[in-house]
């Protein structure tokens, strides 16, 4: 392809685009593909002679489409938004085009250059102390590829930490014995990469009980690490959550961040999600304690209408890092006489992308002015949304609603409002995910298309509340003991029989005909058993779903667990 036909095709593919987005709402929320739909679709090999513009884009049409998840939807309410507009597009688009790989400053100047201003530029407009900006100190922003990302860079850089000063204390200790010792905090809440890290770092990670609003609070932490201590272990790390993924809570920074400041251990705030809304004036009381923090992320990718991938991590020049140059440069920031930073001793890779590029297109069209209306058109909604399930009786919310996240229950078992979600994610007609909070299952809400209107919040609210009433005269049938087979129309809704009310029923016992038609709808609804069931790959889950038995034993929704979220 020549400059020439790329000048075309640029403008096809810009079509197509612009085309797309428009016309999203037009097409199903979620795919109706089996596992595998792919491999019959495509072929087994690469072309041996390139095939025309046109025939790819065919493909993208007939074999592509048909099996995404359209995160753009404005029916789609599941996870959390996956930020996106027209001049981050265009911002990534010129990235690629300079193809860059900014693994240090002179590879290319402005890489670098460019992703510390911007990060300050949002550090100054979320209210962050000047201790983790740039041009203030030692200190400053990095773009990383994750928030899970950010957190493990984090405890590694936590950990190296601990090891050195435990080292220059117990210089003859071996390392192995004094990392057996190192232990890490975290609320019940935090996401599963908190977990995760400590994993991969090699460190004891303990999950902490919330209160009543689902927020860790800082006696908790006290107690623990007191307890701690008198087993001989050594507290180093605490992730803190501003916006949890399972329900928007959020820990009280400024009591976990005086605990942490008593103790000299490293207090990281991951807010993903919740993060974004800090441009906003209104919000920042959840920066109270902002001072006794060591490093902070969020993602833009989120909430402020950048694609992914965008993770900004702040560092304070307090984290004692930059204490030495002579500490492993996989953790270490690094500034030159001329303010200048390199970037690669912030995080793991070291090649980077330019991924600053979108983030300040997406400033400079929009301003703060304009990102903060997407947060407040977002948050609107999600009140406008409670407003429906409170005036519902059938309902229950759960948490405060905050901010563009509304968790609901149907009141009952588990069981019930599991079926309910089941229910409207295989209609299609919208998508949402489910949560545990302390053992209650929840349905996740989310606000999540840039341009949502009320008219979305309100058909979303009369699918949910239509989908309801079907299972609610489903479940009254079942208790009054009316064969549940001349339900027809109900159990067209409802295809996977064994799985209706496991709370009421041990298991169901399906005849020849029944079996036959589990076997062939089993694979077809494996997509929806795999979003509305968080841990349907979960092994006693897979034995409950074996279509060689005649015999099906239900799987109670009560032992589905937490579903994270990729972050």
């Keep these: 392809m020549d400059s020439g036909e790329f000048r075309r095709r640029g403008k096809e593919m810009v079509d197509f685009i612009a085309n797309y987005m428009d016309t999203i709402s037009g097409r199903r929320v979620t795919p109706e593909v089996e596992p595998g739909y792919l491999r019959n679709l495509l072929p087994g090999r690469p072309p041996l002679k390139g095939d025309k513009f046109e025939d790819i884009m065919n493909d993208v049409e007939k074999a592509i489409m048909p099996g995404i998840t359209h995160w753009q939807h404005p029916n789609f309410h599941a996870y959390f938004p996956a930020g996106n507009s027209f001049p981050s597009i265009l911002g990534d688009m010129m990235s690629n085009a300079i193809g860059c790989v900014g693994f240090s400053w002179a590879a290319s100047p402005a890489c670098t250059e460019l992703e510390t201003l911007v990060l300050d530029w949002i550090g100054k407009s979320i209210g962050l102390p000047k201790q983790f900006l740039h041009e203030e100190g030692k200190g400053g922003g990095v773009i990383q ?10 405890l590694l850089a936590a950990r190296h930490k601990a090891m050195t000063q435990l080292k220059k204390q117990l210089p003859y200790m071996e390392d192995g014995v004094l990392l057996s010792k190192l232990v890490a905090y975290s609320s019940k809440l935090a996401h599963s990469c908190v977990e995760k890290a400590g994993m991969l770092g090699f460190v004891k990670m303990r999950q902490l009980d919330v209160d009543e609003q689902y927020s860790l609070r800082g006696h908790v932490l006290e107690r623990a690490i007191e307890e701690d201590r008198r087993l001989g272990l050594i507290p180093f790390f605490v992730c803190s959550t501003i916006g949890t993924t399972a329900c928007c809570s959020f820990d009280n920074v400024a009591e976990l961040g005086e605990v942490c400041s008593r103790e000299n251990v490293w207090l990281h705030v991951d807010a993903a999600y919740a993060g974004n809304a800090l441009i906003c004036p209104e919000f920042r009381f959840l920066m109270s304690g902002i001072q006794n923090v060591t490093s902070i992320n969020f993602n833009p990718n989120k909430w402020l209408l950048v694609n992914f991938d ?39 890779p070291l090649s980077r992308r330019f991924r600053a590029l979108k983030l300040w297109f997406v400033l400079r069209t929009y301003g703060i002015d304009g990102l903060q209306a997407q947060i407040h058109l977002h948050v609107k909604l999600a009140k406008l949304f409670e407003t429906f399930v409170k005036n519902d009786a059938r309902f229950e919310i759960l948490g405060k609603v905050v901010m563009g996240l509304v968790c609901f229950r149907l009141k009952g078992p588990n069981s019930l409002t599991a079926k309910l979600l089941h229910m409207i994610n295989e209609s299609g007609k919208l998508h ?5 909070l302390n053992e209650v299952y929840v349905i996740r809400f989310a606000i999540c298309a840039q341009n949502a209107k009320e008219e979305d919040i309100e058909f979303a609210w009369k699918v949910i509340s239509t989908e309801a009433s079907a299972l609610l005269m489903e479940r009254e049938y079942i208790e009054n003991g009316i064969n549940i087979e001349k339900l027809e129309s ?16 041990d298991e169901f016992i399906f005849d020849q005909q029944k079996s036959n038609l589990h076997r062939a709808r089993l694979r077809r609804s494996l997509f929806m058993r795999m979003v509305s069931d968080p841990k349907c790959y979960n092994p006693k889950v897979l034995k409950a779903l074996c279509i060689d038995k005649k015999r099906t034993k239900s799987f109670s929704s009560d032992e589905v667990l937490d579903f994270n979220f990729e972050k």
């Excluded at 590829?145 to 984090?154: I, P, Y």
């Excluded at 930059?322 to 930073?341: A, C, E, I, W």
């Design 432 to 436: 949402m995910v489910p949560a545990l």
């Design 310 to 348: 965008c993770s900004l991590l702040w560092i304070s020049d307090n984290s004692l890092l930059t204490s030495s140059m002579t500490v492993d440069p996989l953790y270490l920031q690094h500034k030159h006489d001329d303010k200048t930073v390199d970037l690669r001793h912030w995080g793991i």
């Design 490 to 505: 109900v159990e067209q809704k409802n295809p996977d029989i064994d799985d209706v009310f496991p709370d009421f029923d």
């Design 145 to 154: 590829g994750s928030a899970s990302e950010c957190v493990l860079v984090m």
